[in-house]
């Protein structure tokens, strides 16, 4: 279709559109028609018609209540019919996979003259490859399915399975060997903790939690032990499957009966007499993905302690949805096995050591977890930055108003806080084994976390005092704050409460008091 032919006119000639039948607004130098539109307006049709607004510019009336996306989507764009002779617009689009230029709206590695000792050019080169993506693939689509609850396209999980991102999200290490990672823009001997952190903190800029979950947290979660644990056969069938998106996997271990106290879990699994098979009975709860997942790797009580066993879903598993704070995207489920016969072959490490394999991987998945919650804050730190500028109270912007700064400080030193804590803690992981980081990284990590969710907690309150009513509005300048002040509960929840994380910080910290210490 040809583009459409853009009138060039001057503000005289839009002062003359002021009527009922012939209205036009300027907004940032472009014209827009609105005769018809007007009665289709969801703000209404008399804020239209008011003397400041038809055949004005309408700039600062428009940005006060209606977000830059308004005027992107297709139906509202075409309303536009010409441009201001000799002026350019003053209002800047993000291109895909630019980086904001809102101070502290970008980590500080990312801020323009500012230095860091972790990142590598090719962290760097890698970050502004993944931004890209995210904008352009991530983004849109989970801004629909959060919306209409349906999982992550198919589409985007093979796109990022091309790019091996979802090998990549599983850390550095030997399932990497092989793959060409980002079109090849990082060699799988050279990826590390930060470029996973990379990929992690671009992808919750889609600010859509529930899509975040979506988008394979249950593969994040569940495919490691599969790849520490699993027996050559079992990896072979499940790691290419899951890693090429044409199956999902999630961990099955949270259930009614036991949340954080893994000890307290009832499914159990008891061998026929044969010796050949387990047969499963119970159910689970709060199961990322798992409404869709094809494989569950699943903690079960055994003969001699815990068990984790994969089960493939068949005969005896059921999932249902279960509904949450956020959208169904997240295929969170209530799973029932019902005497569910599963090879003894799919046993993950030893029987009756289970507690190791679940607890194996919680560093890692808590770390994902922090990795996300910091950026997420920072997102909200940046709506808020901007709508307390262009916002205008009593005349002045909000950021005018002193309780609005100091809002805006606190949550500002938060994201600083929280980005380098998590950073010293990625480096760390970079340079210790997997056993090293499971002795001495348990207790930061869950430390950290605690921290990252209740600052995050904090941070979406404020959010939500600075955005008023539009912070518990769903659509409209706030819907950003109103999502994440939904939302942000998961953070604080997943992979082990707050409470429970702040406690084992310290009490992995007891065990290394000197008994010769005094005050
Ligand atoms: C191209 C021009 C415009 C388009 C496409 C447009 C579109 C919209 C849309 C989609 C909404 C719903 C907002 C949401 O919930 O996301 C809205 C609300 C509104 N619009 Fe407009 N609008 C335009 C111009 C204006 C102008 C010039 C004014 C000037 C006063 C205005 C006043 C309002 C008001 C008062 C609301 C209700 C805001 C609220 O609920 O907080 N609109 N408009």
């Known amino acids: 279709m040809a583009a459409k032919q853009m009138k060039v006119v001057t503000r005289e000639e839009v002062a003359k559109h002021n009527k009922p039948g012939d209205l036009w607004v300027i907004i940032d130098t472009k014209v827009f028609d609105l005769s018809r539109f007007v009665n289709l307006h969801p703000g209404g049709a008399a804020v239209l018609y008011n003397a400041d607004i038809a055949g004005q510019d309408a700039t600062e009336a ?11 989507k297709p139906n509202y764009a075409r309303l536009q019919v010409g441009n201001i002779q000799d002026e350019t617009p003053q209002i800047k689009l993000l291109a895909p996979g630019e980086l904001s230029q809102v101070p502290y709206a970008e980590p500080g590695w990312l801020t323009k003259g500012y230095h860091s000792p972790y990142y590598t050019e090719n962290h760097r080169a890698f970050q502004k490859a993944v931004r890209k993506f995210v904008d352009e693939v991530i983004v849109p689509d989970g801004q629909a399915r959060e919306e209409d609850g349906k999982r992550a396209s198919q589409s985007v999980v093979d796109a990022m399975a091309a790019l091996g991102m979802h090998a990549m999200r599983m850390g550095p290490g030997k399932h990497l060997k092989g793959l060409k990672l980002m079109n090849g823009l990082v060699k799988p001997e050279e990826f590390d903790y930060f470029h ?15 899509y975040g979950d979506g988008l394979m947290g249950g593969t994040v979660i569940g495919l490691p032990p599969i790849l520490n644990f699993g027996s050559p056969e079992i990896k072979a069938k499940i790691v290419p499957e899951v890693l090429s998106g044409k199956k999902f996997i999630c961990l099955a271990i949270s259930e009614a009966f036991a949340g954080s106290d893994v000890m307290g879990l009832q499914t159990t699994a008891t061998k026929t007499p044969d010796g050949k ?27 001699d302690g815990f068990t984790v066993i994969l089960i493939e879903r068949g005969e005896g598993v059921e999932t249902k949805p279960i509904k949450t704070a956020y959208s169904a995207t997240a295929g969170t489920a209530y799973i029932t096995f019902d005497n569910v016969k599963v090879p003894v072959e799919n046993t993950l490490g030893q029987e009756g050591a289970g507690i190791f394999v679940m607890l194996s991987n919680f560093n890692h998945e808590r770390w994902v977890m922090c990795t996300s919650s910091v950026r997420a804050q920072r997102t909200i730190t940046e709506e808020c930055f901007k709508w307390a500028s262009q916002r205008k109270v009593f005349g002045k912007a909000l950021t005018n108003q002193a309780v609005i700064r100091a809002k805006l400080a606190q949550m500002i030193a938060r994201c ?30 869950g430390l950290l976390k605690m921290y990252c969710t209740q600052a995050g907690q904090d941070t979406a309150r404020d959010a939500q005092m600075i955005f008023g009513g539009r912070g518990i509005t769903r659509t409209g300048m706030g819907r950003l704050i109103e999502h994440y002040h939904r939302t942000i509960g998961f953070d604080a929840l997943l992979g082990g409460a707050e409470d429970v994380l702040g406690d084992l910080g310290v009490r992995q910290a007891m065990r290394n008091m000197p008994a010769n210490v005094r005050l």
């Open 196 to 210: 996973e952190m990379i990929i992690n903190q671009e992808i919750v800029r889609c600010a859509a939690r529930g």
């Open 416 to 445: 600083e806080t929280t980005q380098t804590w998590l950073e010293h803690i990625t480096y760390q992981m970079n340079n210790m084994s997997y056993k090293e980081q499971a002795a001495k990284l348990a207790g930061p990590i």
């Open 62 to 72: 428009f940005y006060s209540l209606h977000r830059q996306e308004v005027l992107l």
């Open 277 to 303: 098979h387990w047969i499963v009975n119970g159910t689970k709860k709060w199961i990322t993905n798992g409404t869709f997942a094809d494989y569950f790797t699943t903690g079960c009580k055994t003969e």
